[in-house]
């Protein structure tokens, strides 16, 4: 008979798991088991909404902060943007006025001319309001900037990059607390103190009178008893007794009667008749027309031209020659007027 010597030990650790009653030895091993974690209990419904309600709002107020900054950003990039393609418009107006005004002027071709003068004047104009906006924005939104400025030199000074702030700051201004400024008044004569005196106080008073409470007066404020008005008004002579106005009783209006009688047929108007028939121009007096419209055209040309190289003479600091262009483009309008007057009448039909 032969037996296995296999040891005991290795069987029950081989079959035996914990919980479990082993075979061999027939009987229960210690049992090592994590415990159970207690049930969950739900919380309060109404907590878990509270918070679900905060957090979305939470969130709902990021995003509204996100899209501000973001639309805030995105503006101030537009305007930035905005800003610097308008200054380079700027800068090519101002740099180019001039000669474009130049070449305008020596044009052969009368349509060509007038266009070309017009872009120089639409050219001038942004200029113009480039310069006025700017000064307008910055001295709303940036305080103290435009100081000390024209609206010119600001958009001039702007463009180049030589702008410097001249405004003083506070903290530049010194204040001297040690010496006590004192207020000299002048002295004023009697004679001008009696015409601008107070009529409502001393208005009755006559000069002589006038002069002798103003010397008292003074008297008071050199002895420190300030001014002294409590006796004002007893010296004024007194006034005259002016007598009631009588009552004049109103007479009676005589009664015009007029005693000729018109007759009614001198009454009557008399009718115009007016000859319904209407002429047509003649062909002499629509040329003429024609003639006198084209003079008013190149007057008008001209005005035109002789306005804008005045402005460009008052830009350069020449008054006479501004003022005698300004002449000539008065003188050159009153002609155009007149032209077309003209050729109004040539065509205007007779009766």
Request: charge should be positive; proline fraction near 4%.
């Amino acid at each position: 008979m032969s037996f296995k010597n296999t040891p005991i030990t290795a069987k029950i650790k081989r079959t035996t798991k914990g919980g479990i009653t082993q075979p061999l030895l027939n009987m229960g091993a210690p049992v090592k088991m994590k415990m159970h974690s207690p049930a969950k209990v739900d919380p309060d419904p109404n907590i878990k909404k509270q918070s679900d309600f905060k957090n979305e709002m939470s969130r709902q107020d990021k995003v509204k902060a996100d899209n501000l900054a973001a639309s805030k950003a995105k503006k101030a990039a537009k305007d930035k943007s905005n800003y610097q393609k308008n200054i380079d418009q700027y800068r090519k107006d101002v740099s180019t006025l001039n000669a474009n005004t130049k070449s305008a002027s020596k044009n052969i071709n009368p349509r060509q001319m007038e266009s070309a003068m017009n872009r120089s004047v639409r050219q001038a104009g942004r200029i113009k309001s480039f310069e006025k906006n700017l000064y307008d924005y910055d001295t709303k939104n940036k305080e103290g900037s435009t100081e000390g400025y024209s609206a010119k030199e600001y958009a001039m000074a702007k463009a180049s990059g030589t702008y410097k702030p001249r405004n003083k700051k506070k903290e530049d201004i010194k204040v001297d607390t040690t010496k006590t400024q004192t207020t000299k008044t002048k002295k004023v004569s009697y004679d001008t103190a009696y015409k601008n005196r107070d009529m409502k106080t001393y208005g009755k008073m006559d000069k002589a009178t006038y002069i002798k409470e103003a010397k008292r007066q003074n008297a008071s404020k050199k002895a420190g008893k300030g001014w002294d008005v409590k006796n004002k008004g007893k010296d004024t002579p007194p006034r005259k007794k002016v007598k009631a106005a009588s009552v004049i009783e109103p007479k009676g209006i005589k009664k015009i009667e007029i005693s000729t009688k018109l007759d009614p047929k001198q009454l009557k108007a008399e009718v115009v008749k007016r000859n319904t028939k209407t002429e047509k121009p003649s062909k002499r007096d629509v040329r003429k027309a024609n003639r006198k419209a084209k003079s008013a055209g190149r007057a008008s040309d001209r005005a035109a031209r002789a306005r804008l190289k005045g402005q460009q003479a008052l830009e350069n600091g020449n008054k006479q020659k501004a003022l005698r262009l300004k002449r000539k483009e008065v003188r050159l309008k009153a002609k155009a007027t007149k032209k077309r007057g003209q050729a109004a009448d040539a065509i205007k039909i007779k009766d």
